[in-house]
């Protein structure tokens, strides 16, 4: 998932449910703690419906917006066989945003609703997608790293209680993973193949985008005080800090492999703990990217917003000619 545990406090979660739902709430926790899967036309707390709308509609939002990086690449690049699965991957990521609005839909709201939300910047989407693609060896960073993390952070959403949300994100893992190995490829033969240049490239890119992706598993558990509740009705199932963890885990070794240098002088192997310490994270650039302040931001949103106007004419036509089958005109 691109999502950060972004979810700011909702005062209508704290106001009880009326008298007559309580049995309603009580089945409906009955069936949490049983692992029961919860589906569109089931009942659900108001809480519940409005946390799953705001993740997965930030979910869909970042996997549009995550499009733009990775897309302005692909005019330039390097080989046929680069651009077709460059293509191909953006494609993918299109798709998956297409899934995610369908299932956010299936909880009342409306696609215009959230693409509104994205356009006036009351949304929000992952921050990973504000910082710019400066060489194509930032296109196979992403697959690595940016497609790594969030293939981390998805594959529990497969088991998330919402039925809707936890079938788009079975289909997604799939093609997320093909995502993480052609970056991890693409970047593997620039090491081992290529020129003392391209090498260099490839460890500024990961210079670049470690920190970053690490921050995409969202705040420190001890900061993320939405993750309970959302871990109590399993929407997530592993904390920031678990996800971030394994995500370094299985990283270091793979860097080893590609020959780059994770730029964090602090990560080492722990052996009591067995796991990898890392140095500190800095919090105050996630905070300010988030909040709008990002090398991006302002560019990713415009051309969102620029596309929805260019596209106004499609929306139209298709309207129009909807409206024409239901009149019986075949014409
Ligand atoms: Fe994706
Ligand atoms: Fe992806």
Same mark, same amino acid.
């Given at each position: 998932?691109?999502?950060?545990? =972004?979810?700011?406090?909702?005062?209508?979660?704290?106001?009880?449910?009326?008298?007559?739902?309580?049995?309603?709430?009580?089945?409906?926790?009955?069936?949490?703690?049983?692992?029961?899967?919860?589906?569109?036309? $089931?009942?659900?707390?108001?809480?519940?419906?409005?946390?799953?709308?705001?993740?997965?509609?930030?979910?869909?939002?970042? @996997?549009?917006?995550? %499009?733009?990086?990775?897309?302005?690449?692909?005019?330039?690049?390097?080989?046929?066989?680069?651009?077709?699965?460059?293509?191909?991957?953006?494609?993918?990521?299109?798709?998956?945003?297409?899934?995610?609005?369908?299932?956010?839909?299936?909880?009342?709201? *409306?696609?215009?609703?959230?693409?509104?939300?994205?356009?006036?910047?009351?949304?929000?989407?992952?921050?990973?997608?504000?910082?710019?693609?400066?060489?194509?060896? $930032?296109?196979?960073?992403?697959?690595?790293?940016?497609?790594?993390?969030?293939?981390?952070?998805?594959?529990?959403?497969?088991?998330? *209680?919402?039925?809707?949300?936890?079938?788009?994100?079975?289909?997604?893992?799939?093609? @997320? *993973?093909?995502?993480?190995?052609?970056?991890?490829?693409?970047?593997?033969? %620039?090491?081992?193949?290529?020129?003392?240049?391209?090498?260099? %490239?490839?460890?500024?890119?990961? $210079?670049?985008?470690?920190?970053?992706?690490?921050? %995409?598993?969202?705040?420190?558990?001890?900061?993320?005080?939405?993750?309970?509740?959302?871990?109590?009705?399993?929407?997530?199932?592993?904390?920031?800090?678990?996800?971030?963890?394994?995500?370094?885990?299985?990283?270091?070794?793979?860097?080893?492999?590609?020959?780059?240098?994770?730029?964090?002088?602090?990560?080492?192997?722990?052996?009591?703990?067995?796991?990898?310490d890392h140095g500190t994270i800095d919090w105050?650039?996630?905070?300010?990217?988030?909040?709008? $302040?990002?090398?991006?931001?302002?560019?990713? =949103?415009?051309?969102?917003?620029?596309?929805?106007?260019?596209?106004?004419?499609?929306?139209?036509?298709? =309207?129009?000619?909807?409206?024409?089958?239901?009149?019986?005109?075949?014409?």
């Open positions: 998932m691109y999502t950060q545990a =972004l979810d700011a406090p909702d005062p209508d979660a704290l106001r009880a449910p009326p008298a007559d739902a309580s049995q309603l709430q009580q089945r409906f926790d009955a069936r949490i703690d049983a692992g029961d899967f919860i589906e569109a036309k $089931d009942w659900m707390p108001e809480h519940y419906r409005k946390t799953l709308v705001r993740q997965i509609s930030q979910h869909a939002h970042s @996997e549009i917006v995550g %499009m733009l990086p990775e897309g302005n690449w692909i005019s330039r690049a390097p080989t046929l066989k680069r651009k077709a699965i460059l293509l191909a991957k953006v494609q993918d990521e299109g798709g998956h945003g297409l899934y995610l609005y369908a299932a956010a839909e299936t909880l009342g709201t *409306s696609r215009d609703q959230m693409i509104d939300a994205l356009h006036s910047g009351k949304a929000k989407y992952s921050s990973i997608f504000n910082y710019p693609t400066l060489t194509w060896a $930032d296109v196979g960073t992403i697959g690595w790293l940016v497609d790594g993390a969030a293939i981390m952070n998805q594959v529990p959403l497969c088991r998330c *209680s919402y039925a809707p949300y936890a079938r788009a994100m079975i289909r997604i893992c799939r093609e @997320e *993973s093909f995502h993480q190995r052609q970056g991890f490829e693409s970047l593997l033969t %620039m090491m081992q193949h290529g020129t003392d240049a391209q090498r260099a %490239m490839v460890q500024d890119a990961v $210079d670049r985008w470690w920190w970053p992706s690490i921050m %995409m598993f969202g705040p420190p558990d001890d900061q993320s005080p939405n993750s309970a509740q959302s871990m109590r009705w399993g929407i997530k199932r592993i904390s920031n800090d678990e996800l971030r963890q394994k995500f370094i885990d299985a990283t270091v070794d793979q860097a080893k492999v590609l020959g780059v240098t994770l730029p964090d002088p602090d990560l080492k192997w722990n052996e009591e703990r067995g796991h990898h105050d650039e996630f905070k300010r990217v988030l909040a709008g $302040d990002g090398p991006c931001n302002r560019e990713r =949103l415009a051309a969102r917003v620029k596309a929805w106007d260019e596209g106004a004419w499609v929306r139209e036509a298709a =309207l129009a000619h909807a409206a024409k089958h239901a009149a019986g005109a075949d014409a």
